[in-house]
């Protein structure tokens, strides 16, 4: 069983930064791809960016592409997500998944076996 946690959200002004991590305990959790979404208020859950267990795979969303670096610390069972530049519709839940096998499209929430419980950001313009 995998266990997530994140941590690291806040508020923050428009073009400011934060950083976001993802702790992960438990089973083979470093082979497996780690994953951060985010969900606005009355949406469904968007796809931020992956990483594969060796970090030879990284995927964005558009939306975030050149402003956001998913990373990961192998030693320790991390994930990061750094957000540089941060605008108004960044704001949301944001969510740490994993899965051991991505075989699916990498935005698609319904494939990922584990779940954290979520950290809030809330950037002010």
């Known amino acids: 069983q995998v266990h997530l946690v994140e941590s690291g959200g806040g508020s923050v002004q428009t073009g400011g930064s934060l950083k976001l991590s993802c702790a992960a305990f438990?089973?083979?959790?470093?082979?497996?791809?780690m994953t951060w979404f985010r969900q606005r208020p009355g949406e469904g859950r968007e796809g931020v960016a992956a990483i594969s267990s060796h970090g030879s795979y990284i995927e964005y969303t558009d939306a975030v592409k050149g402003r956001f670096t998913i990373s990961r610390d192998f030693t320790n069972n991390r994930a990061f997500l750094q957000m540089n530049n941060v605008r108004p519709e960044d704001t949301a839940m944001y969510y740490c998944?994993?899965?051991?096998?991505?075989?699916?499209?990498?935005?698609?929430?319904?494939?990922?076996?584990?779940w954290g419980q979520g950290t809030q950001v809330t950037v002010s313009s």
């Open positions: 438990g089973g083979a959790v470093s082979q497996h791809y």
């Open positions: 998944a994993s899965v051991r096998r991505l075989g699916f499209e990498w935005w698609d929430s319904a494939g990922y076996n584990y």
